[in-house]
């Protein structure tokens, strides 16, 4: 069974610097997704960041980059220019590849809580 | 873009009453709709896997005569939390894939938090 692992549960940024939140993964398929979602305390679920694993160029999405490891199945996020809205707790999830017709359900860590210092 | 509406947003009843939650694409048809529960400051624990037209698949540990899923339409998936009871108090959220492909993405609703007395 596959696994997602945030060893950070909770982490502390200043405004306007940079912070890295990590995620590994364990998993015996070669083609996957990995995902960072956001959710605030409104409780949504919004996603960040999509990686497919056949994909060997970093995503990125404007402020939000990630350091995507297949061999060492890491998949960490780099927020840059942390602005207050960017705290939240963040979730890595994984996802299979769909098979007999219907996509997989996604496969959460237990989330890191950042916070924003002005 | 794509939109999934779950209602109610919150509900507070009694121990021993059924709740009913609703989780509904509103500009796309879902062939596909998960339900998770969340409980406070943890992660999101999938407790089933709702196809249209066909029964749900439950994950270990859930039971399926407590947790009644019902997927009658391409837009519609319901989820019945029948006889509450203070422990299934929770956080509920669904999500919903517009098709089978690898590459469309899953649409969460906002959640229901619901509190049994």
């Known amino acids: 069974a596959q696994t997602v692992t945030q060893s950070q549960p909770e982490m502390s940024v200043q405004e306007a610097e940079t912070v890295t939140l990590s995620c590994t993964y364990d998993?015996?398929?070669?083609?996957?997704?990995l995902f960072w979602y956001k959710q605030p305390p409104s409780r949504q679920m919004i996603l960040v960041i999509r990686?497919?694993?056949?994909?060997?160029q970093n995503a990125t999405e404007n402020r939000f980059s990630v350091n995507f490891q297949k061999a060492a199945k890491s998949f960490s996020l780099k927020i840059s220019d942390s602005q207050l809205g960017d705290a939240a707790m963040y979730f890595c999830?994984?996802?299979?590849?769909?098979?007999?017709?219907?996509?997989?359900?996604?496969?959460f860590g237990k989330g890191t809580k950042l916070s924003v210092k002005p | 873009g794509a939109v999934v509406s779950q209602h109610p947003s919150r509900v507070i009843c009694k121990s021993g009453t059924s709740v009913k939650i609703e989780c509904r694409s509103l500009?796309?048809?879902?062939?596909?709709m998960f339900w998770y529960r969340q409980f406070p400051k943890q992660s999101l624990m999938l407790m089933a896997t709702?196809?249209?037209?066909?029964?749900?698949?439950?994950e270990q540990g859930v039971e399926k005569d407590k947790f009644l899923i019902n997927h009658a339409s391409l837009t519609l998936s319901t989820l019945t939390v029948t006889s509450a009871h203070p422990e299934d108090s929770s956080f509920y959220i669904c999500?919903?894939?517009?098709?089978?492909?690898?590459?469309?993405?899953?649409?969460f609703g906002d959640g229901t938090r619901l509190s049994i007395l």
């Open positions: 999500s919903a894939t517009r098709a089978a492909a690898n590459n469309q993405p899953q649409h």
């Open positions: 998993t015996s398929e070669s083609d996957y997704y």
């Open positions: 990686q497919e694993a056949y994909k060997q």
């Open positions: 999830a994984y996802r299979r590849l769909n098979y007999g017709g219907s996509q997989g359900n996604l496969i």
């Open positions: 500009d796309f048809q879902a062939t596909t």
């Open positions: 709702s196809n249209e037209g066909s029964k749900a698949t439950y």
